[in-house]
T-cell receptor, first 113, second 110 residues
Framework: LAKTTQPISMDSYEGQEVNITCSHN???????ITWYQQFPSQGPRFIIQ???TKVTNEVASLFIPADRKSSTLSLPRVSLSDTAVYYCLVGPFMNTGFQKLVFGTGTRLLVSP | NAGVTQTPKFRVLKTGQSMTLLCAQDMNHEYMYWYRQDPGMGLRLIHYSVGEGTTAKGEVPDGYNVSRLKKQNFLLGLESAAPSQTSVYFC?????????FGPGTRLTVT
């Protein structure tokens, strides 16, 4: 599984756009990039997943450049409730079968009023 | 649809005591997982199951046992608790490429 590097922490204010970048230089051809969000005292929650270019859903966008060695999670107009730890994971997208997730220490996002 | 539930939410054990953590899911998922999360760290896989009656070791299986007698339940046992097992334990089940996590069990071993 590819090793990922992301900032330990980030600060933002309500209403701003937040971009969290993850570096994964050793990403393999069949690897996907997945982001999970974890609030204090809760289990992680799936946010978004992508392979290349751009993916958007109702909560976030994921930008992946052509070389796929990095990716950026974009959270538009954050609110206080977006304060959480965000994990970037890289590995094969196992639609069926066993899937192993390797969590690093994540990025702790603090949103202030 | 309750998703993934865990029992108990909190527990304090003395060194050497035993206990069982229960994970239940009502989504008919085949795959289930047990993780532990230590302060300031990511999650580490303890054991997992690919279906009813099966179990397998993850990254940190020592000191734990598991059973999956029914598809909807995945039990994690500590036979002789140690202070190093103080942690938050998360259960998850998998559908497609996404894992669904329970709320966690906070275990303290004194």
């Amino acid at each position: 599984l590819a090793k990922t590097t992301q900032p330990i922490s980030m600060d933002s204010y309500e209403g701003q756009e937040v971009n969290i970048t993850c570096s994964h230089n050793n990403i393999a051809t069949n690897d996907y990039i997945t982001w999970y969000q974890q609030f204090p005292s809760q289990g992680p929650r799936f946010i978004i997943q992508g392979y290349k270019t751009k993916v958007t859903n109702e909560v976030a966008s994921l930008f992946i450049p052509a070389d796929r060695k990095s990716s950026t999670l974009s959270l538009p107009r954050v609110s206080l409730s977006d304060t959480a730890v965000y994990y970037c994971l890289v590995g094969p997208f196992m639609n069926t079968g066993f899937q192993k997730l390797v969590f690093g220490t994540g990025t702790r996002l603090l949103v202030s009023p | 649809n309750a998703g993934v539930t865990q029992t108990p939410k909190f527990r304090v054990l003395k060194t050497g005591q035993s206990m069982t953590l229960l994970c239940a899911q009502d989504m008919n998922h085949e795959y289930m997982y047990w993780y532990r999360q230590d302060p300031g760290m990511g999650l580490r896989l303890i054991h997992y199951s690919v279906g009813e009656g099966t179990t397998a070791k993850g990254e940190v299986p020592d000191g734990y046992n598991v059973s999956r007698l029914k598809k909807q339940n995945f039990l994690l046992g500590l036979e002789s608790a140690a202070p190093s097992q103080t942690s938050v334990y998360f259960c998850a089940s998998k559908e497609g490429g996404e894992q669904y996590f329970g709320p966690g069990t906070r275990l303290t071993v004194t």
